[in-house]
C-alpha cells in the first residue's frame, strides 16, 4: 500500500474524487489487509476507476496532496 501511482500526464487541473468503501464489498485479499476494517476510502479517476484504498479520509486527502493532486469528496 505504499507504492507511489502515476496519475497520469498533465492534463490542466488534476482531480480525483474520495469516497467511502465498505471492506465487505471487496475482493477477498483486500478484505484480508483491512486489519478489522469495516470501511476504506478510495481515490478514484473522473471516470470512477479506483487508484488507491487507504484507511481513512485525512489519508486519502494526503495521497492526493502527496501526488499533487485536487481530492474532493464524493457523497
Same mark, same amino acid.
Given at each position: 500500500?505504499?507504492? /507511489?501511482? %502515476? =496519475? #497520469?500526464? $498533465?492534463? #490542466?487541473? !488534476? ?8 471492506? +465487505? %464489498?471487496?475482493?477477498?485479499?483486500i478484505r484480508a489487509q483491512a +486489519? #478489522? ?9 473522473? @471516470? #470512477?476507476? /479506483?487508484? +488507491?484504498?487507504?484507511?481513512? /479520509?485525512?489519508?486519502? =486527502?494526503?495521497?492526493? !496532496? $502527496? @501526488?499533487?493532486?485536487?481530492?474532493? @469528496?464524493?457523497?
Amino acid at each position: 500500500m505504499d507504492t /507511489r501511482y %502515476d =496519475f #497520469g500526464a $498533465e492534463t #490542466g487541473e !488534476r482531480i480525483v474524487y474520495v469516497r467511502p468503501v465498505a471492506v +465487505a %464489498d471487496l475482493p477477498e485479499e483486500i478484505r484480508a489487509q483491512a +486489519a #478489522g476494517l469495516t470501511q476504506l476510502y478510495a481515490l478514484c479517476d473522473a @471516470n #470512477g476507476e /479506483r487508484l +488507491a484504498l487507504v484507511k481513512d /479520509r485525512w489519508m486519502a =486527502f494526503a495521497l492526493a !496532496r $502527496e @501526488n499533487e493532486v485536487q481530492a474532493v @469528496n464524493v457523497h
